[in-house]
């Protein structure tokens, strides 16, 4: 595995440069399972270290726009998955994609209930993934996914 210097050193080269979220270095010191909140422009962004890496995405889900921040993070077939902690949708925090998009009440999946309130949260939709990214003058800042 590939260490965090490194892939932020590779981020800096790899990425074209463009207006980011200012990033404490003190986010890279973050012990295993920690995470914090950011506030972004477009509202609060989740930053997590799991399994050594550290991942960032947009910390309210668009099903309710309830906030996620306090969700349960789980590891999915492309990396760790953030559940939203009130209707349990997820979504890949290396991507943003939405693996699992509720349609039931309170989480819970019922056809019946999904036909009558078919419009409640609308259809599904992903987060914003974010790139940890280390700039030349040695400072972090956060730069959404394409």
């Keep these: 595995m590939l260490s965090s210097s490194f892939r932020l050193a590779a981020l800096r080269t790899s990425l074209p440069r463009c207006a980011g979220i200012p990033l404490n270095r003190s986010a890279?010191?973050?012990n295993e399972g920690e995470r914090t909140v950011i506030e972004g422009p477009e509202g609060p962004i989740v930053l997590a270290k799991v399994k050594g890496t550290m991942y960032a995405v947009d910390g309210i889900c668009p099903h309710m726009k309830k906030p996620m921040v306090d969700g349960t993070i789980e590891e999915g077939?492309?990396?760790?998955?953030?559940?939203?902690?009130?209707?349990?949708?997820?979504?890949c925090m290396s991507t943003g994609k939405?693996?699992?998009w509720v349609t039931g009440v309170l989480g819970m999946e019922s056809k019946f209930v999904a036909s009558k309130v078919r419009m409640v949260g609308g259809k599904q939709r992903d987060v914003a993934a974010y790139n940890i990214v280390s700039l030349e003058d040695g400072s972090l800042e956060l730069q959404k996914k394409a």
Aim: glycine content about 4%; hydrophobic content about 30%; some cysteine.
């Design 77 to 91: 077939p492309e990396g760790p998955e953030i559940k939203c902690p009130l209707h349990n949708s997820k979504f």
């Design 98 to 100: 939405c693996t699992k």
């Design 28 to 30: 890279l010191l973050m």
